[in-house]
């Protein structure tokens, strides 16, 4: 192979990695279910039901027991994303949303406990 061909082939795969490297860099990891942080804006307390949300965001990743007496619920949605790969002197930035959403025994909204967090 000429000496001509071999620098070019040398170059596209020098690039080729670069690239690659690039993406890898760049690259996240999320963690729990991402959800539609703006369906929420449209949740009413009193209003909205748990059907409602469901039918927005899905099923909960976690549904307990609520604290204001027997019947009452708290689903809690939750997202977050990470860098896979640190970027030497590079500050990465990291994402937490959640939203927990309180019921009432009739299965209504009654509170909304969003947050978002950056690291």
């Known amino acids: 192979m000429p000496l001509k061909e071999q620098g070019y082939l040398m170059k596209t795969a020098l690039r080729a990695a670069l690239l690659a490297l ?16 703006s369906a ?39 997202s977050g994303t990470t860098p896979l790969v640190a970027v030497p002197f590079a500050h990465p930035k990291t994402k937490e949303q959640s939203v927990a959403l309180s019921f009432d025994a009739r299965g209504v909204l009654q ?5 978002e967090q950056n690291f």
């Not at 690039?22 to 942080?37: E, H, I, K, N, Y």
């Not at 509170?111 to 947050?115: A, C, F, T």
């Open 40 to 78: 929420i804006q449209g949740f009413k307390a009193g209003q909205t039901t748990q059907a409602d949300v469901r039918a927005k965001l899905g099923e909960p990743q976690i549904k307990t027991a609520g604290e204001d007496g027997p019947g009452t619920s708290t689903w809690t949605y939750a």
């Open 22 to 37: 690039t993406v890898l860099l760049a690259a996240c990891a999320t963690t729990g279910q991402p959800f539609d942080s």
């Open 111 to 115: 509170h909304i406990d969003e947050r």
